[in-house]
DNA sequence: ATCGATCGTTGAATCGTTTCACATCGGCAC
DNA sequence: GTGCCGATGTGAAACGATTCAACGATCGAT
C-alpha cells in the first residue's frame, strides 16, 4: 500500500524498470510520451524514491556530516547556516551533530557518520586527540576542521586568524590614544584566547609608553564580565585602565554593564573604551553598542564546505584556510 | 579496500555472512568462540556496517526528523536539544532542517525525510496549509506539530500555553499594584501574540480600575523595543503606562534599554516595571534582570518526541498536549 | 542403537534502485 | 534488398545486510 516501488510504477505506466529510472535521472534519453505516461503513473501512485536503495547502489550518501561543540551558541549556529546553504547549493544535504563538548558524543557521530557513508565531514573537535579523524580522512572520508587546527597539517582546517584579531583590537584603542590596556581573557588554555593575547602583546609593544595588564577569569560568561567590571570601579584612577579588550563579546557585554550601571563614576567610552570579540548579534544592541571583532563565520562554513568538495572530487588538499577578521567599531570605543 | 563489507568479515573469520550478522544483532545466539573469532576479524579489516543496506531491509531509517524555523532562534536550539537527548534516549538519530520560515524549503525537507524513511516528522510549520502534513501523517509518517496546533484536530501537537502566558504577565504586574497597562505586541496574525494578549486582556478585566494599552509592532526585535521605549520618555507622566509588557524578550530588552539609557527621567521599575516573555539567556543578564515568562523549551522538544514515538509504536494518539508556562520575577519588576 | 530435542550455523531469498549490455525498430544510403 | 545508424526500451545483475527455513552435530533418554 504505502510501499510504492519503482516496480509498481513500471507495471503502471507499462514500462519496464530500467526506463522509470530513466525517468527519474535522465528523462533527456526517454521519448517524450513514455516520459509523460511514467510520471503520471508516478503521481497517482504517489511513489517516493527510496533513498536508501539508491545509496546502497550508489555506494555513498548525497550528505555530509557536521559536528559543532554547541548548537546553542550563535556563533556555530551561524557557521552551520553557512555550510547549509553552500551544501543545498551543491545538492547536498547537511546532517548536523552537537557533541556539547563531550569527546564520547563527538565519537557515537563520528561512527553514525561512516555507517552512513557520508561524502565528507566537517568538525569542531572536541576531542584534542585528532587520531580519530586522521583515520577517517585515510579511510577515504574527507575531514576537514572548522575553528581548529592540525598542527600535524594532515587534515584541512578552516579558520580565522586570531592572532590578527588580537592585533586589530589593540591597535583600534592604542589608535583612539588609549595607553593603558587590560586584557580581560579566558582560560589561556583555549588557543583562541592564547592567540589573541598573542596579538595584543605585539600590538603593545610597537607603541612606547603602552601597558598591558592581563585578567584571566575561568568563564568566557556575562557574569564574569560584569564582576570584572566592577571591581574596576573600586581601583583608585591611577590604577585603572583607559581601555578593556574583552576576548569575547560575552565578558565584554558584562564588562560594560557594570561601567554604565555605575554610572556616577566612570564612563564609557570617555573613562574607559570596551571592545569585545565575535560581534554577536546583541553587541550591537546593547546600552552601549559594543565595538567588536567580527569573524566571517557564515563564510567560515562555507569555505569548509568547498574545501570539503573539492577534497572529495579531485583530491585537492586545501591546507590551512585562514581568514582575516574585521574591526567593528561602535559606541563603546569611538564615543 | 575501504569497501569492507560482512562477506568478507565472513571469509576472514570463516563462517557464513548469516553468522556474521547475528554476531552484529544477536550475539547471545551465537557461540562465544565464534563471536570473539567473528569480532577479531571486524576490528582487523576495520569492518563498517552499511546503513543504507540495513535500511533497505529494515525497510524504515532509524533516524526522525524536525524541521524548525529558524536554527538561530534560541528558543529553537533549545526545542532542538530536547528533541535530540529524547531521541538519543531512544537510539534514534535526528535529522535537523532549517526551513528559515519558507515553505518551500519546508517542502524540501519533508520530501527529503519521506524518502530516507524516517520514522516520523516533527515540525513548527512555516506553512499555515497543514495539507501537506497531513498527507504525510495519513501515508504512514507519523507527524507531530512543536508550537503550532492544528484546528482540524487531524495532527498531534504539543504547545505551551500562551493564554496562560499572557495572564500570567499581566496578573504579576496587577499584583504589583500597576494599574497602567501598556503591551508591547507583534505582529496580531500570529497566533502566539493573539493569545498572550487575549490572557491580558481576561486578567485586566477583573481588576477595576486598571487599563490596558496595546501597541503592535512589525517586528519582534531590539532595535523595535527600544524606539518604542524612547518614545514612552516623551509622554506626560499622566500618559504614562506604569508597567509595561513586552510579548518577547527582545522586545523587553529594547524597551529596557531605552528606559536605563534615559535615566534622567524614568527609573525601572520605579517608574515603570518591564517584563518579557520566552526567558532567554540574556534576559538574566540585562542591565536590569529582566522578568519574564519561561517556556518549557526542552521539554517540548522532549515530549514532542515522545508523542512521536507513541504514535509509531502504538499508534496512541497524543491529541493536543499543552504545557504549563512559568512566571520568572526578576529586578526589573520587583525592584 | 534410535529418537528427539537443543544449539549453532548455513545459504539463499529479499529489500528497491541503478546500470549496462543487448534487443528492437524505423529510417536512410547504397 | 542489405547494411548501418541512432533512438528507445528491456531485463538481469549488482549493491550489502537481514532473515528464516533447513541442516548437522551433540547429548540425554529410552
Request: no cysteine; aromatic share 4%; glycine share 8%.
Given at each position: 500500500m504505502s510501499v510504492v516501488s519503482i516496480r509498481d510504477v513500471a507495471t503502471a505506466a507499462g514500462v519496464s524498470v530500467g526506463t522509470v529510472s530513466n525517468v527519474l535521472n535522465r528523462p533527456e534519453k526517454v521519448a517524450e510520451a513514455t516520459v509523460a505516461r511514467v510520471r503520471a503513473a508516478i503521481d497517482e501512485l504517489g511513489f517516493i524514491r527510496n533513498e536508501a536503495a539508491r545509496q546502497l547502489r550508489e555506494g555513498r550518501s548525497a550528505a555530509i556530516g557536521l559536528v559543532v561543540l554547541d548548537v546553542r551558541n550563535p556563533y556555530f549556529t551561524d557557521v552551520a547556516h553557512g555550510v547549509e546553504t553552500a551544501a543545498a547549493a551543491a545538492g547536498l544535504s547537511v546532517t548536523?551533530?552537537?557533541?556539547?563538548?563531550?569527546?564520547?558524543?563527538?565519537?557515537?557521530?563520528?561512527?553514525?557518520?561512516?555507517?552512513?557513508?557520508?561524502?565528507?565531514?566537517?568538525?569542531?573537535?572536541?576531542?584534542?586527540?585528532?587520531?580519530?579523524?586522521?583515520?577517517?580522512?585515510?579511510?577515504?572520508?574527507?575531514?576537514?576542521?572548522?575553528?581548529g587546527a592540525d598542527p600535524s597539517g594532515a587534515l584541512d582546517s578552516v579558520t580565522v586568524d586570531d592572532v590578527a584579531g588580537g592585533r586589530l583590537a589593540a591597535e583600534h584603542l592604542l589608535g583612539l590614544g588609549r595607553r593603558r590596556l587590560l586584557v580581560v581573557a579566558g582560560p589561556a588554555s583555549l588557543r583562541q584566547v592564547a592567540d589573541r593575547l598573542e596579538g595584543v602583546r605585539a600590538a603593545v609593544a610597537e607603541i612606547p609608553g603602552a601597558s598591558l595588564e592581563v585578567q584571566h577569569l575561568p568563564q568566557l560568561t556575562v557574569p564574569a564580565g560584569r564582576e570584572l567590571g566592577r571591581s574596576l570601579i573600586g581601583r583608585p584612577a591611577s590604577a585603572r585602565p583607559d581601555a578593556v579588550f574583552a576576548v569575547n563579546d560575552l565578558l565584554g557585554l558584562g564588562v560594560l554593564q557594570a561601567l554604565v550601571l555605575e554610572r556616577e563614576t566612570l564612563r564609557v567610552p570617555e573613562d574607559i573604551a570596551v571592545i569585545g570579540y565575535d560581534d554577536i548579534e546583541w553587541a550591537a544592541s546593547a546600552v552601549v553598542p559594543l565595538s567588536s571583532v567580527r569573524q566571517p563565520r557564515e563564510q567560515l562554513g562555507r569555505t569548509a564546505l568547498e574545501a570539503l568538495l573539492a577534497r572529495g572530487a579531485e583530491g585537492l588538499r586545501a591546507g590551512a584556510v585562514r581568514f582575516a577578521p574585521e574591526l567593528v567599531a561602535r559606541r563603546s570605543t569611538t564615543g
Open positions: 548536523l551533530g552537537n557533541s556539547d563538548g563531550d569527546p564520547a558524543r563527538e565519537q557515537r557521530y563520528l561512527e553514525l557518520f561512516e555507517q552512513q557513508r557520508v561524502q565528507g565531514v566537517l568538525i569542531s573537535p572536541a576531542d584534542a586527540s585528532l587520531e580519530r579523524l586522521r583515520r577517517l580522512d585515510e579511510r577515504g572520508i574527507p575531514v576537514v576542521l572548522v575553528d
